[in-house]
T-cell receptor, first 108, second 111 residues
Framework: TQLLEQSPQFLSIQEGENLTVYCNSS?????LQWYRQEPGEGPVLLVTVVTGGEVKKLKRLTFQFGDARKDSSLHITAAQPGDTGLYLC????????FGAGTTVTVRA | DTGVSQNPRHKITKRGQNVTFRCDPI?????LYWYRQTLGQGPEFLTY????????KSRLLSDRFSAERPKGSFSTLEIQRTEQGDSAMYLC?????????FGSGTRLTVV
């Protein structure tokens, strides 16, 4: 059973469109991390959010951490085919508890 | 430092055989984690070490699984009497204390 719930499970969009992935939990985490994973590889850390209400921007990616530090979202603006991958959120306790992931496919 | 290194990348074994995987973490990272990931799921925590001490083990880690980190550097994960249900990607990560870095994983297939 995953401690963190991610939605949607799958997302397929056209290049240039925007997308948002959600990560929700009933637990409070000291920090929450977002990863991107490609097939056959380990997850790669995108960002760590620590403070409730925090917003971090990484080029076309915007990450939000909920005020209560239980939920987060990842928004991608003008998606590109290179954004295709499995996006995972994970809460640190200090071990990481992962969500099941959102598979994002960006069609050219 | 080239990051977290895992060997082998792929392992195919017959049911009932023992297998051992190795993880070399980033040298200055004192925490090392093992995770298992099956298709369509996020990684599931197995165990973690702080230096050479194994601080936590998941219930997923049955008696057939054992992990060591003898000198607080590299770690090994051994699975005895493998079963088909053990087929998965085994991921290692290290951190100091946050900023986790994952290896590329070992893909185990039990036939």
């Amino acid at each position: 059973t995953q401690l963190l719930e991610q939605s949607p499970q799958f997302l397929s969009i056209q290049e240039g469109e925007n997308l948002t992935v959600y990560c929700n939990s009933s637990s409070v985490f000291s920090s929450l991390q977002w990863y991107r994973q490609e097939p056959g590889e380990g997850p790669v850390l995108l960002v760590t959010v620590v403070t409730g209400g925090e917003v971090k921007k990484l080029k076309r990616l915007t990450f939000q951490f909920g005020d209560a530090r239980k939920d987060s979202s990842l928004h991608i603006t003008a998606a590109q085919p290179g954004d295709t991958g499995l996006y995972l959120c994970a809460g640190a306790q200090p071990k990481l508890s992962f969500g099941a992931g959102t598979t994002v496919t960006v069609r050219a | 430092d080239t990051g977290v290194s895992q060997n082998p990348r792929h392992k195919i074994t017959k049911r009932g055989q023992n297998v051992t995987f190795r993880c070399d973490p980033i040298s200055e990272h004192n925490r090392l984690y093992w995770y298992r990931q099956t298709l369509g799921q996020g990684p599931e925590f197995l165990t973690y070490f702080q230096n050479e001490a194994q601080l936590e083990k998941s219930r997923l880690l049955s008696d057939r699984f054992s992990a060591e980190r003898p000198k607080g550097s590299f770690s090994t994960l051994e699975i005895q009497r493998t079963e088909q249900g053990d087929s998965a990607m085994y991921l290692c990560a290290s951190s100091f204390p946050y900023g986790y870095t994952f290896g590329s994983g070992t893909r185990l297939t039990v036939v």
